[in-house]
């Protein structure tokens, strides 16, 4: 199981397009996209989960797709870094 993360997205994105812009590629077994507590408006973000193989055909094909005028960056998530350093 891979999780994908999907930046660059526009407010007004729903979970159903980002589903069947994914489900084209493969069986989406989550997906969720990071929305303003406040407004409710996506945050630009979000993450779905594919199985390696799917997750990796949907990452070539949707890396770059315009979704209203604004280019999607779909990559296979990475880690958080730590801040370097000790706080004193």
């Given at each position: 199981?891979?999780?994908?993360?999907?930046?660059?997205?526009?407010?007004?994105?729903?979970?159903?397009?980002?589903?069947?812009?994914?489900?084209?590629?493969?069986?989406?077994?989550?997906?969720?996209?990071?929305?303003?507590?406040?407004?409710?408006?996506?945050?630009?973000?979000?993450?779905?989960?594919?199985?390696?193989?799917?997750?990796?055909a949907a990452?070539?094909?949707?890396?770059?797709?315009?979704?209203?005028?604004?280019?999607?960056?779909?990559n296979?998530?990475?880690?958080?870094?730590?801040?370097?350093?000790?706080?004193?």
């Open positions: 199981m891979k999780t994908i993360f999907i930046g660059n997205l526009p407010p007004d994105a729903t979970e159903d397009e980002v589903n069947q812009m994914f489900s084209a590629h493969g069986r989406v077994r989550s997906l969720r996209l990071v929305r303003d507590v406040f407004s409710g408006a996506c945050r630009g973000f979000g993450f779905v989960e594919m199985e390696g193989h799917e997750a990796r990452i070539g094909a949707l890396n770059g797709w315009e979704l209203r005028g604004q280019r999607l960056k779909v296979e998530e990475r880690p958080k870094e730590r801040a370097g350093g000790r706080r004193r």
